[in-house]
T-cell receptor, first 114, second 113 residues
Framework: AQSVTQPDIHITVSEGASLELRCNYS??????LFWYVQSPGQGLQLLLK??????LVQGIKGFEAEFKRSQSSFNLRKPSVHWSDAAEYFC????????????FGAGTILRVKS | DTGVSQDPRHKITKRGQNVTFRCDPI?????LYWYRQTLGQGPEFLTY????????KSRLLSDRFSAERPKGSFSTLEIQRTEQGDSAMYLC???????????FGSGTRLTVV
């Protein structure tokens, strides 16, 4: 069945350190891929998305993500984390054969140590 | 463009009561989605409208749940005979014709006591 997996429930990094959040999907073709961020009690803000083309995608707030077809992965990265990046991050996928709804992973909570 | 608005932001209700939430999408967006998010989980799809037509419903949407989008503008989500398990954040998103630019509202947090 089609699914989205975020293996890490919590990640803690020091301010200024680099960050990588993992996302894997299960699907026979290349889906549309998204990363969203959610602050407590708030809605979801789009960080970046990938449909096709260059597999390294730049987003807002200094985030980037790389699509790796061979690994069915779309990992989110940031070279230097700021305290304001502390939030919950969701990977989401559109599996085209199953309509245009987003299917979300369970999320990764990012804590930033000062 | 004022974004996607959801009302109310918070709702506390007693078990067995009916509740209704409203979502106002971005005006030019013809597609509207409802999601439910429980603590520690990602949002789960509930239902989808294209204009006024409800094109897809999740199995999560029991017969106590009903959604409408009259005239293809705002949408309402009603839950009848609420149960404690309905406590969650209910998110609305809208999207235009292209580019999969989903825009989410801030959500309605429902607490059933």
């Amino acid at each position: 069945a089609q699914s989205v997996t975020q293996p890490d429930i919590h990640i803690t990094v020091s301010e200024g350190a680099s960050l990588e959040l993992r996302c894997n999907y299960s699907y026979g073709a290349t889906p549309y891929l998204f990363w969203y961020v959610q602050s407590p009690g708030q809605g979801l803000q789009l960080l970046l998305k990938y449909f096709s083309g260059d597999t390294l995608v730049q987003g807002i707030k200094g985030f980037e993500a790389e699509f790796k077809r061979s690994q069915s992965s779309f990992n989110l990265r940031k070279p230097s984390v700021h305290w304001s990046d502390a939030a919950e991050y969701f990977c989401a996928v559109v599996f085209m054969e199953y309509g245009n709804k987003l299917v979300f992973g369970a999320g990764t909570i990012l804590r930033v140590k000062s | 463009d004022t974004g996607v608005s959801q009302d109310p932001r918070h709702k506390i209700t007693k078990r067995g009561q009916n509740v209704t939430f409203r979502c106002d999408p971005i005006s030019e967006h013809n597609r509207l989605y409802w999601y439910r998010q429980t603590l520690g989980q990602g949002p789960e799809f509930l239902t989808y409208f294209q204009n006024e037509a409800q094109l897809e419903k999740s199995r999560l949407l029991s017969d106590r749940f009903s959604a409408e989008r009259p005239k293809g503008s705002f949408s309402t989500l009603e839950i009848q005979r609420t149960e404690q398990g309905d406590s969650a954040m209910y998110l609305c998103a809208s999207m235009g014709h292209t580019n999969y630019g989903y825009t989410f509202g801030s959500g309605t947090r429902l607490t059933v006591v």
